[in-house]
């Protein structure tokens, strides 16, 4: 099974800062991967797909780069609205996998 | 719009059986895979399982494997996860996506989720 290994697991940065997550894949996955939102309680909401391609709707501050086993999801000028978990998936082989996910706190 | 709607989901003992349905509308329903994917208490997001559009393929994650089962009705526009054999580590809300395959890669759509608790 491909294991995604997310860093960090839990960020605190303040509105208007930059901020990177990284996942880390244990096989290449060529660029199937995709970046999803989780706020507290809800369902999750992707934002990029095929490592770097951003979904209808999401704001262009989000954006994903990488191939292989390295990729990384920024957020260029974080909001209080981005106070969220996010997750990463591999959707190269099955079983699909998700990274453990990094929790985005707001200062 | 884009609609997911699941249901479900209870209190069951351990051993146990549940089925859980997702009900769709807003798209081509028999155009898409679908999956299910669930969340522990306080945990990550876990891929449970996903169905081809014809139901020709279905795909699970190991520690499910003869115990859970997904299926679909393209008629009535229905995504179902037949759950036999629970154990306490199934406990988790679980959230049907609409997986878009072939250069977009990625559950676009998620339901809001239905919580199922294996407990005695």
Redesign the interface.
Known sequence: ?IQLTQSPSFLSASVGDRVTITCRASQGLRN?L?W?Q?RPG?????LI??AS?L?SGVPSRFSGRGSGTEFTLTIRSLQPEDSA?Y?C?Q?NT????????TKVEIK | EVQLVESGGDLVQPGGSLRLSCAVSGFTFRSYWM?W?RQAPGK????VA?IKEDASEK????SVKGRLTISRDNAENLLFLQMNSLRADDTAVY?CARF??S???????????TLVTVSS
């Open positions: 099974d199937y995709a999803y989780q809800k369902a999750p909401k992707l797909y095929i391609t979904e978990t997750y998936q959707l099955y079983p699909l996998t998700f990274g453990g996910g | 999956s994917v990550g997001l876990e891929w996903s795909y699970y994650v190991d959230y878009i395959s250069g977009r890669d990625s559950f676009d759509h998620w339901g809001q989720g």
